[in-house]
Protein backbone atom coordinates (compact mmCIF):
# COMPACT_ATOMS: atom_id res chain seq x y z
CA UNK A 1 0.00 0.00 0.00
CA UNK A 2 1.16 3.73 -0.60
CA UNK A 3 0.93 6.14 2.09
CA UNK A 4 2.92 8.83 0.15
CA UNK A 5 -0.58 10.83 -0.03
CA UNK A 6 -1.73 10.05 2.85
CA UNK A 7 -1.91 12.61 5.67
CA UNK A 8 0.02 12.04 9.23
CA UNK A 9 -3.64 12.81 11.04
CA UNK A 10 -5.43 10.55 9.42
CA UNK A 11 -2.67 7.74 9.75
CA UNK A 12 -2.93 8.20 13.13
CA UNK A 13 -6.58 8.42 13.27
CA UNK A 14 -8.44 5.58 15.26
CA UNK A 15 -10.32 4.52 12.00
CA UNK A 16 -9.98 0.98 10.72
CA UNK A 17 -6.90 2.25 8.73
CA UNK A 18 -5.22 4.60 10.83
CA UNK A 19 -2.55 3.28 13.60
CA UNK A 20 -4.52 5.23 16.83
CA UNK A 21 -5.41 2.42 18.80
CA UNK A 22 -2.12 0.39 18.32
CA UNK A 23 -0.41 3.99 19.67
CA UNK A 24 -2.60 3.73 22.37
CA UNK A 25 -2.39 0.08 23.28
CA UNK A 26 1.29 0.32 23.11
CA UNK A 27 1.96 3.29 25.37
CA UNK A 28 -0.31 1.24 27.61
CA UNK A 29 1.35 -1.54 27.55
CA UNK A 30 4.76 0.57 28.08
CA UNK A 31 2.92 2.31 31.28
CA UNK A 32 1.47 -1.52 32.40
CA UNK A 33 5.58 -2.95 32.03
CA UNK A 34 6.90 0.31 34.19
CA UNK A 35 4.56 0.32 37.01
CA UNK A 36 4.63 -3.12 37.13
CA UNK A 37 8.18 -3.33 37.24
CA UNK A 38 9.21 -0.23 39.14
CA UNK A 39 6.58 -1.93 42.11
CA UNK A 40 9.04 -5.02 41.85
CA UNK A 41 12.14 -2.75 41.96
CA UNK A 42 10.79 -1.14 45.18
CA UNK A 43 10.20 -4.29 46.93
CA UNK A 44 13.85 -6.01 45.80
CA UNK A 45 14.94 -2.45 46.73
CA UNK A 46 13.46 -2.45 50.05
CA UNK A 47 14.60 -5.62 50.57
CA UNK A 48 18.77 -5.20 49.56
CA UNK A 49 18.49 -2.16 51.53
CA UNK A 50 17.77 -4.19 54.64
CA UNK A 51 20.15 -6.59 54.13
CA UNK A 52 23.11 -4.26 53.21
CA UNK A 53 22.32 -2.36 56.79
CA UNK A 54 20.92 -4.95 58.87
CA UNK A 55 24.37 -6.21 60.24
CA UNK A 56 24.51 -9.82 58.82
CA UNK A 57 27.29 -10.93 57.19
CA UNK A 58 25.90 -13.51 54.76
CA UNK A 59 22.99 -10.95 53.66
CA UNK A 60 24.78 -7.84 53.37
CA UNK A 61 27.36 -9.70 50.52
CA UNK A 62 24.39 -11.36 48.84
CA UNK A 63 23.21 -7.86 48.25
CA UNK A 64 26.56 -6.30 47.42
CA UNK A 65 26.83 -9.38 44.54
CA UNK A 66 23.40 -8.36 43.20
CA UNK A 67 23.63 -4.58 43.32
CA UNK A 68 27.42 -4.74 41.45
CA UNK A 69 26.49 -7.61 39.07
CA UNK A 70 22.92 -6.01 37.76
CA UNK A 71 24.77 -2.47 37.54
CA UNK A 72 27.71 -3.70 35.74
CA UNK A 73 25.95 -5.10 33.03
CA UNK A 74 23.95 -3.40 30.07
CA UNK A 75 20.32 -3.75 30.70
CA UNK A 76 19.93 -4.44 27.20
CA UNK A 77 22.00 -7.61 26.97
CA UNK A 78 20.60 -8.51 30.77
CA UNK A 79 16.81 -8.50 29.63
CA UNK A 80 17.91 -11.15 27.00
CA UNK A 81 19.77 -13.50 29.01
CA UNK A 82 17.05 -13.41 32.35
CA UNK A 83 14.87 -13.12 30.00
CA UNK A 84 16.04 -16.67 27.91
CA UNK A 85 17.23 -18.49 30.47
CA UNK A 86 14.68 -17.39 32.76
CA UNK A 87 11.78 -19.36 30.54
CA UNK A 88 14.48 -21.83 29.94
CA UNK A 89 14.96 -22.44 33.80
CA UNK A 90 11.14 -22.20 34.32
CA UNK A 91 10.61 -24.75 31.56
CA UNK A 92 13.47 -27.23 32.82
CA UNK A 93 11.96 -26.65 36.46
CA UNK A 94 8.24 -27.99 35.32
CA UNK A 95 10.38 -31.44 33.52
CA UNK A 96 11.77 -32.18 36.30
CA UNK A 97 8.35 -31.89 38.14
CA UNK A 98 7.22 -34.18 35.64
CA UNK A 99 4.96 -31.01 34.05
CA UNK A 100 6.46 -30.56 30.78
CA UNK A 101 4.27 -28.48 28.85
CA UNK A 102 1.97 -28.01 31.51
CA UNK A 103 2.26 -24.54 30.70
CA UNK A 104 4.34 -21.55 29.63
CA UNK A 105 5.67 -18.60 31.45
CA UNK A 106 3.42 -15.77 30.41
CA UNK A 107 5.65 -12.51 28.88
CA UNK A 108 4.71 -10.10 30.51
CA UNK A 109 5.48 -11.56 33.89
CA UNK A 110 9.33 -12.95 32.81
CA UNK A 111 9.60 -9.33 31.02
CA UNK A 112 8.04 -7.62 34.27
CA UNK A 113 10.35 -9.84 36.04
CA UNK A 114 13.37 -9.48 34.20
CA UNK A 115 13.07 -5.22 34.12
CA UNK A 116 11.90 -5.27 38.45
CA UNK A 117 15.34 -7.65 38.76
CA UNK A 118 17.06 -5.20 37.57
CA UNK A 119 15.90 -1.91 38.92
CA UNK A 120 16.10 -3.56 42.69
CA UNK A 121 19.59 -3.28 42.22
CA UNK A 122 19.24 0.28 41.71
CA UNK A 123 16.86 0.80 43.99
CA UNK A 124 18.63 -0.86 46.93
CA UNK A 125 21.17 1.98 46.67
CA UNK A 126 18.45 4.50 46.57
CA UNK A 127 17.05 3.52 49.68
CA UNK A 128 20.41 2.42 51.72
CA UNK A 129 21.61 6.13 50.54
CA UNK A 130 18.36 7.74 52.40
CA UNK A 131 18.11 5.52 55.10
CA UNK A 132 22.30 6.18 55.99
CA UNK A 133 21.33 9.76 55.52
CA UNK A 134 18.73 9.89 58.75
CA UNK A 135 19.95 11.11 61.93
CA UNK A 136 20.41 7.99 64.16
CA UNK A 137 18.36 9.81 66.49
CA UNK A 138 15.54 9.26 64.54
CA UNK A 139 16.04 5.51 64.96
CA UNK A 140 17.06 6.20 68.49
CA UNK A 141 13.62 8.11 69.19
CA UNK A 142 11.60 5.19 68.57
CA UNK A 143 13.70 2.32 70.29
CA UNK A 144 13.30 4.37 73.15
CA UNK A 145 9.80 4.23 72.61
CA UNK A 146 9.98 0.68 72.82
CA UNK A 147 8.76 0.35 69.25
CA UNK A 148 9.38 -3.28 67.44
CA UNK A 149 11.70 -3.35 64.28
CA UNK A 150 8.71 -3.99 62.11
CA UNK A 151 6.54 -0.70 63.74
CA UNK A 152 10.26 1.05 63.48
CA UNK A 153 10.58 1.40 59.97
CA UNK A 154 6.58 1.29 59.30
CA UNK A 155 6.64 4.62 61.32
CA UNK A 156 9.55 6.54 61.69
CA UNK A 157 12.37 5.21 59.21
CA UNK A 158 10.11 4.31 56.35
CA UNK A 159 8.00 7.69 55.87
CA UNK A 160 11.42 9.69 56.87
CA UNK A 161 13.59 8.13 54.37
CA UNK A 162 11.05 7.90 51.40
CA UNK A 163 11.07 12.02 51.79
CA UNK A 164 15.00 11.36 50.99
CA UNK A 165 14.77 8.59 48.64
CA UNK A 166 12.14 10.55 45.90
CA UNK A 167 14.33 12.35 43.53
CA UNK A 168 16.34 9.34 43.02
CA UNK A 169 13.01 7.37 42.49
CA UNK A 170 12.14 9.98 40.11
CA UNK A 171 14.63 9.29 38.30
CA UNK A 172 14.61 5.71 38.15
CA UNK A 173 11.30 5.87 37.07
CA UNK A 174 11.64 8.44 34.19
CA UNK A 175 14.64 5.59 33.13
CA UNK A 176 12.47 2.72 33.43
CA UNK A 177 9.72 4.07 31.41
CA UNK A 178 12.22 4.52 28.68
CA UNK A 179 13.69 1.45 29.23
CA UNK A 180 10.85 -0.72 29.20
CA UNK A 181 11.06 -0.29 25.21
CA UNK A 182 13.99 -2.78 25.10
CA UNK A 183 11.53 -5.48 25.82
CA UNK A 184 10.75 -5.37 22.01
CA UNK A 185 13.73 -7.45 21.28
CA UNK A 186 11.53 -10.48 23.53
CA UNK A 187 8.76 -9.48 21.24
CA UNK A 188 6.89 -7.13 23.24
CA UNK A 189 4.75 -4.40 20.87
CA UNK A 190 5.10 -1.17 23.55
CA UNK A 191 5.66 2.55 22.55
CA UNK A 192 8.94 2.45 20.75
CA UNK A 193 8.43 -0.96 18.92
CA UNK A 194 4.62 0.03 17.60
CA UNK A 195 6.48 3.24 16.47
CA UNK A 196 9.04 1.09 14.42
CA UNK A 197 6.25 -1.08 13.08
CA UNK A 198 4.24 1.86 11.61
CA UNK A 199 7.54 3.93 10.40
CA UNK A 200 8.25 0.63 8.39
CA UNK A 201 4.42 -0.02 7.15
CA UNK A 202 4.33 3.91 5.70
CA UNK A 203 8.26 4.25 5.47
CA UNK A 204 7.61 7.36 7.00
CA UNK A 205 10.41 6.93 9.49
CA UNK A 206 11.31 10.79 10.81
CA UNK A 207 7.81 11.54 11.53
CA UNK A 208 6.84 8.43 13.34
CA UNK A 209 9.92 8.25 15.68
CA UNK A 210 9.23 11.70 16.41
CA UNK A 211 5.75 11.14 17.25
CA UNK A 212 6.73 8.84 19.64
CA UNK A 213 9.01 10.86 21.15
CA UNK A 214 6.16 13.50 21.80
CA UNK A 215 4.15 10.56 23.72
CA UNK A 216 7.35 9.66 26.12
CA UNK A 217 7.88 13.05 26.64
CA UNK A 218 3.88 13.66 27.69
CA UNK A 219 4.43 10.46 30.08
CA UNK A 220 7.42 11.91 31.72
CA UNK A 221 5.78 14.92 32.07
CA UNK A 222 2.56 13.74 33.44
CA UNK A 223 4.21 11.45 36.06
CA UNK A 224 6.58 14.22 36.78
CA UNK A 225 3.24 15.65 38.13
CA UNK A 226 2.63 12.88 40.54
CA UNK A 227 6.05 12.68 41.90
CA UNK A 228 5.81 16.46 42.92
CA UNK A 229 2.18 15.94 44.42
CA UNK A 230 3.77 12.86 46.62
CA UNK A 231 7.03 14.92 47.54
CA UNK A 232 4.55 17.39 48.90
CA UNK A 233 2.67 15.09 51.07
CA UNK A 234 5.73 13.61 51.99
CA UNK A 235 7.13 17.31 53.20
CA UNK A 236 4.83 17.90 55.53
CA UNK A 237 6.04 19.26 58.49
CA UNK A 238 9.91 20.10 56.80
CA UNK A 239 8.60 23.68 56.63
CA UNK B 1 5.88 -31.81 50.74
CA UNK B 2 5.91 -32.57 47.23
CA UNK B 3 2.21 -32.56 46.98
CA UNK B 4 1.85 -28.51 48.46
CA UNK B 5 4.61 -27.42 46.74
CA UNK B 6 3.43 -28.38 43.19
CA UNK B 7 -0.30 -26.70 44.46
CA UNK B 8 1.95 -23.60 44.87
CA UNK B 9 3.22 -23.67 41.56
CA UNK B 10 -0.36 -24.25 39.98
CA UNK B 11 -1.54 -21.16 42.13
CA UNK B 12 1.37 -18.96 39.99
CA UNK B 13 0.18 -20.68 37.56
CA UNK B 14 -2.86 -19.08 37.24
CA UNK B 15 -0.79 -16.10 37.49
CA UNK B 16 1.57 -16.85 35.05
CA UNK B 17 0.10 -19.02 32.34
CA UNK B 18 -0.31 -18.95 28.58
CA UNK B 19 -1.28 -21.02 26.45
CA UNK B 20 -0.17 -24.88 26.51
CA UNK B 21 3.29 -25.39 24.64
CA UNK B 22 3.01 -25.92 20.90
CA UNK B 23 1.76 -28.69 19.25
CA UNK B 24 4.45 -31.11 17.79
CA UNK B 25 3.21 -29.93 13.51
CA UNK B 26 2.99 -26.15 15.17
CA UNK B 27 5.29 -24.44 13.54
CA UNK B 28 6.22 -20.43 14.78
CA UNK B 29 7.31 -18.36 12.07
CA UNK B 30 8.78 -14.58 13.68
CA UNK B 31 7.97 -12.14 11.57
CA UNK B 32 10.17 -8.79 11.84
CA UNK B 33 7.78 -6.49 14.31
CA UNK B 34 8.82 -3.37 11.60
CA UNK B 35 7.53 -4.51 8.19
CA UNK B 36 9.15 -4.05 5.01
CA UNK B 37 6.48 -3.80 2.49
CA UNK B 38 6.00 -5.00 -0.42
CA UNK B 39 8.14 -7.94 0.86
CA UNK B 40 6.07 -7.80 4.19
CA UNK B 41 3.26 -5.83 5.26
CA UNK B 42 1.31 -5.12 8.27
CA UNK B 43 -1.86 -4.09 9.07
CA UNK B 44 -3.22 -1.59 12.25
CA UNK B 45 -5.40 -4.92 12.91
CA UNK B 46 -2.53 -6.99 13.25
CA UNK B 47 -3.39 -8.82 9.86
CA UNK B 48 0.38 -9.87 7.74
CA UNK B 49 0.55 -9.66 3.95
CA UNK B 50 2.88 -9.32 1.45
CA UNK B 51 5.35 -11.24 -0.82
CA UNK B 52 6.52 -13.37 2.54
CA UNK B 53 3.59 -13.85 3.90
CA UNK B 54 1.92 -15.47 0.97
CA UNK B 55 4.96 -17.72 0.16
CA UNK B 56 4.74 -18.80 3.88
CA UNK B 57 1.00 -19.39 3.49
CA UNK B 58 2.01 -21.77 -0.21
CA UNK B 59 4.70 -24.16 2.41
CA UNK B 60 2.39 -24.34 5.16
CA UNK B 61 -0.03 -25.95 2.79
CA UNK B 62 2.55 -28.19 1.29
CA UNK B 63 4.03 -28.93 4.84
CA UNK B 64 0.76 -29.23 5.94
CA UNK B 65 1.38 -27.68 9.21
CA UNK B 66 -0.15 -25.65 11.46
CA UNK B 67 1.45 -21.80 11.05
CA UNK B 68 1.14 -18.93 13.72
CA UNK B 69 3.23 -15.45 13.31
CA UNK B 70 5.56 -14.28 16.67
CA UNK B 71 6.33 -10.85 16.02
CA UNK B 72 9.94 -10.03 17.09
CA UNK B 73 11.88 -6.88 17.17
CA UNK B 74 14.86 -8.16 14.34
CA UNK B 75 17.98 -7.53 17.29
CA UNK B 76 16.16 -10.83 19.10
CA UNK B 77 15.87 -13.21 16.40
CA UNK B 78 18.17 -15.70 16.60
CA UNK B 79 17.92 -15.54 20.26
CA UNK B 80 14.50 -16.38 20.46
CA UNK B 81 15.12 -19.10 17.34
CA UNK B 82 18.05 -20.48 20.65
CA UNK B 83 15.69 -20.42 22.46
CA UNK B 84 12.64 -21.87 21.24
CA UNK B 85 10.13 -19.37 21.15
CA UNK B 86 10.00 -19.83 17.52
CA UNK B 87 11.01 -22.29 15.08
CA UNK B 88 11.82 -20.05 12.25
CA UNK B 89 12.98 -17.35 11.48
CA UNK B 90 11.17 -15.25 8.54
CA UNK B 91 10.95 -12.24 6.89
CA UNK B 92 14.30 -12.19 4.84
CA UNK B 93 17.05 -13.02 7.19
CA UNK B 94 20.08 -13.16 4.65
CA UNK B 95 22.47 -15.83 4.71
CA UNK B 96 25.82 -14.55 5.84
CA UNK B 97 29.03 -16.77 7.06
CA UNK B 98 28.69 -15.45 10.80
CA UNK B 99 24.92 -16.43 10.91
CA UNK B 100 26.07 -20.11 9.53
CA UNK B 101 28.32 -20.52 12.59
CA UNK B 102 25.13 -20.00 14.88
CA UNK B 103 21.66 -20.82 13.06
CA UNK B 104 21.10 -23.13 10.08
CA UNK B 105 19.15 -22.15 7.22
CA UNK B 106 16.54 -23.17 4.75
CA UNK B 107 17.49 -23.20 0.55
CA UNK B 108 17.39 -19.73 -0.38
CA UNK B 109 13.80 -18.32 -0.93
CA UNK B 110 14.77 -14.88 -2.19
CA UNK B 111 17.24 -12.86 -3.47
CA UNK B 112 15.86 -9.14 -4.41
CA UNK B 113 18.64 -8.28 -7.52
CA UNK B 114 19.94 -4.98 -8.27
CA UNK B 115 18.61 -3.39 -11.05
CA UNK B 116 20.74 -0.57 -13.69
CA UNK B 117 17.62 2.31 -14.94
CA UNK B 118 18.83 4.82 -17.15
CA UNK B 119 17.05 7.27 -19.76
CA UNK B 120 14.59 5.64 -22.22
CA UNK B 121 16.40 6.24 -25.22
CA UNK B 122 20.23 5.28 -24.11
CA UNK B 123 20.99 1.93 -25.76
CA UNK B 124 22.72 -0.19 -22.66
CA UNK B 125 23.43 -3.32 -23.24
CA UNK B 126 24.79 -4.81 -19.38
CA UNK B 127 28.40 -5.82 -20.67
CA UNK B 128 31.72 -4.61 -20.37
CA UNK B 129 31.01 -2.75 -23.96
CA UNK B 130 28.02 -1.44 -23.00
CA UNK B 131 29.09 0.11 -19.68
CA UNK B 132 32.60 2.02 -21.35
CA UNK B 133 32.34 5.60 -21.20
CA UNK B 134 29.56 5.66 -18.92
CA UNK B 135 29.32 7.42 -15.52
CA UNK B 136 27.22 5.38 -13.14
CA UNK B 137 25.87 6.23 -9.88
CA UNK B 138 26.18 3.58 -6.90
CA UNK B 139 25.42 3.36 -2.88
CA UNK B 140 28.99 3.59 -0.71
CA UNK B 141 29.60 0.40 1.05
CA UNK B 142 27.34 -1.83 -0.72
CA UNK B 143 27.46 -5.38 -2.12
CA UNK B 144 26.34 -3.80 -5.32
CA UNK B 145 29.47 -1.84 -5.46
CA UNK B 146 31.77 -4.55 -4.50
CA UNK B 147 29.92 -6.56 -7.80
CA UNK B 148 30.11 -3.81 -10.09
CA UNK B 149 33.76 -2.36 -9.34
CA UNK B 150 34.43 -6.29 -9.72
CA UNK B 151 33.18 -6.69 -12.92
CA UNK B 152 32.76 -3.81 -14.83
CA UNK B 153 34.94 -1.47 -13.14
CA UNK B 154 37.38 -0.54 -15.58
CA UNK B 155 34.89 0.14 -18.38
CA UNK B 156 32.86 2.55 -16.03
CA UNK B 157 33.00 5.59 -14.38
CA UNK B 158 31.69 4.86 -10.40
CA UNK B 159 30.07 7.83 -8.33
CA UNK B 160 29.64 6.88 -4.92
CA UNK B 161 26.81 8.08 -3.07
CA UNK B 162 25.33 8.10 0.41
CA UNK B 163 21.32 7.49 -0.59
CA UNK B 164 19.82 5.95 -3.36
CA UNK B 165 17.88 9.68 -3.40
CA UNK B 166 21.29 11.12 -3.92
CA UNK B 167 21.85 9.05 -6.92
CA UNK B 168 18.42 9.48 -8.39
CA UNK B 169 18.70 13.38 -8.10
CA UNK B 170 21.79 13.29 -10.07
CA UNK B 171 20.58 10.65 -12.77
CA UNK B 172 17.33 13.57 -13.04
CA UNK B 173 19.86 16.59 -13.62
CA UNK B 174 22.20 14.57 -16.36
CA UNK B 175 25.17 14.58 -14.36
CA UNK B 176 25.06 10.44 -13.93
CA UNK B 177 24.46 8.29 -17.07
CA UNK B 178 23.36 5.40 -15.19
CA UNK B 179 21.81 4.51 -11.56
CA UNK B 180 22.63 0.87 -10.04
CA UNK B 181 20.93 0.07 -6.73
CA UNK B 182 18.14 -1.42 -4.68
CA UNK B 183 15.35 -2.82 -7.33
CA UNK B 184 12.72 -1.69 -5.30
CA UNK B 185 13.81 1.21 -4.51
CA UNK B 186 14.31 1.89 -8.15
CA UNK B 187 11.31 1.25 -9.42
CA UNK B 188 9.48 3.49 -6.64
CA UNK B 189 11.36 5.83 -8.75
CA UNK B 190 10.23 5.08 -12.10
CA UNK B 191 6.36 4.27 -10.95
CA UNK B 192 6.61 7.92 -10.53
CA UNK B 193 5.62 10.75 -12.29
CA UNK B 194 9.25 12.04 -11.93
CA UNK B 195 10.63 8.57 -13.66
CA UNK B 196 8.39 8.68 -16.93
CA UNK B 197 11.64 9.38 -19.28
CA UNK B 198 13.89 6.46 -17.51
CA UNK B 199 13.20 2.28 -17.85
CA UNK B 200 15.34 -0.82 -15.90
CA UNK B 201 17.99 -1.65 -18.56
CA UNK B 202 18.12 -4.90 -16.71
CA UNK B 203 19.27 -6.77 -13.27
CA UNK B 204 22.13 -8.38 -11.78
CA UNK B 205 22.52 -12.54 -12.05
CA UNK B 206 23.18 -14.33 -9.14
CA UNK B 207 26.78 -14.23 -8.11
CA UNK B 208 28.88 -14.60 -4.37
CA UNK B 209 29.48 -10.94 -4.43
CA UNK B 210 25.80 -10.05 -3.95
CA UNK B 211 25.17 -12.45 -1.47
CA UNK B 212 23.25 -14.99 -1.09
CA UNK B 213 19.95 -14.45 -0.85
CA UNK B 214 17.52 -14.95 2.14
CA UNK B 215 16.34 -18.32 3.52
CA UNK B 216 14.21 -19.40 6.52
CA UNK B 217 16.24 -19.33 9.58
CA UNK B 218 16.23 -22.43 11.62
CA UNK B 219 17.90 -23.94 14.84
CA UNK B 220 21.00 -25.78 14.27
CA UNK B 221 20.61 -29.61 13.62
CA UNK B 222 17.01 -29.06 12.60
CA UNK B 223 17.62 -31.17 9.95
CA UNK B 224 13.91 -32.70 10.25
CA UNK B 225 12.48 -28.83 9.18
CA UNK B 226 15.03 -27.92 7.09
CA UNK B 227 14.11 -31.07 4.55
CA UNK B 228 10.42 -30.51 5.10
CA UNK B 229 10.71 -26.83 3.98
CA UNK B 230 13.30 -27.35 1.42
CA UNK B 231 11.05 -30.02 0.13
CA UNK B 232 7.81 -27.60 0.09
CA UNK B 233 10.00 -24.90 -1.39
CA UNK B 234 10.93 -26.93 -4.45
CA UNK B 235 7.31 -28.05 -4.28
CA UNK B 236 6.09 -24.38 -4.79
CA UNK B 237 9.06 -23.24 -7.21
CA UNK B 238 8.25 -26.28 -9.33
CA UNK B 239 4.78 -26.14 -9.63
CA UNK B 240 4.44 -22.31 -10.57
CA UNK B 241 3.32 -21.45 -7.27
CA UNK B 242 5.96 -18.92 -6.71
CA UNK B 243 6.50 -17.29 -9.58
CA UNK B 244 2.36 -17.10 -9.29
CA UNK B 245 2.79 -14.80 -5.68
CA UNK B 246 5.64 -13.07 -7.09
CA UNK B 247 4.02 -11.66 -10.14
CA UNK B 248 1.26 -10.29 -7.89
CA UNK B 249 4.12 -8.22 -6.39
CA UNK B 250 7.29 -7.68 -8.53
CA UNK B 251 7.71 -6.82 -12.21
CA UNK B 252 11.08 -8.63 -11.34
CA UNK B 253 12.08 -12.42 -10.07
CA UNK B 254 12.55 -12.33 -6.65
CA UNK B 255 14.37 -15.47 -6.87
CA UNK B 256 17.05 -14.32 -8.93
CA UNK B 257 18.13 -16.04 -11.56
CA UNK B 258 20.84 -18.73 -11.51
Not at chain 1, 21 to 29: C, H, T
Request: with cysteine; net charge negative.
Amino acid sequence: MDYSQTSFWSLVSFSETGWGWAFVQGAWLTVRISLASYLLGIILGLLGARAKLGGNRTLYWLAEGYTTLIRAIPTLLLIIVLYYTGTRFFDATLNVLGLAGAMTLNGFAAVVFCLGFILGAYMTEVFRGAIQALPPGMDEAARSLALSPVQRFRLVTFPLMMRLALPGLNNLWQSTLKDSSLVSVVGFAELLATGKMVAGETRMYLTFYLFVAVIFLALTLSSNLVFALVARRLDRGFR
Amino acid sequence: MTQKFVRILAAVAVFATGAAAAAADQLRWGYDLAPFPPWNSRSPAGEWSGFDYDIMEALCTHMQADCEIVEIAWDGMIPALQANKIDIIWTGMSITPQREEVIDFSDRYRRGPAAYIAETEMDLPISVEGFQGKSVGIKKATNFYTYFEHYYGDAATVKLYDTTDDIIADLSSGRLDVAMGDILELQRFLDSPDGDMYEMKGVTPVDPLLGKGAGAGIRQGDTALQDRLNTALKEIRDNGEYDAIAKKYFNFDPYGSD
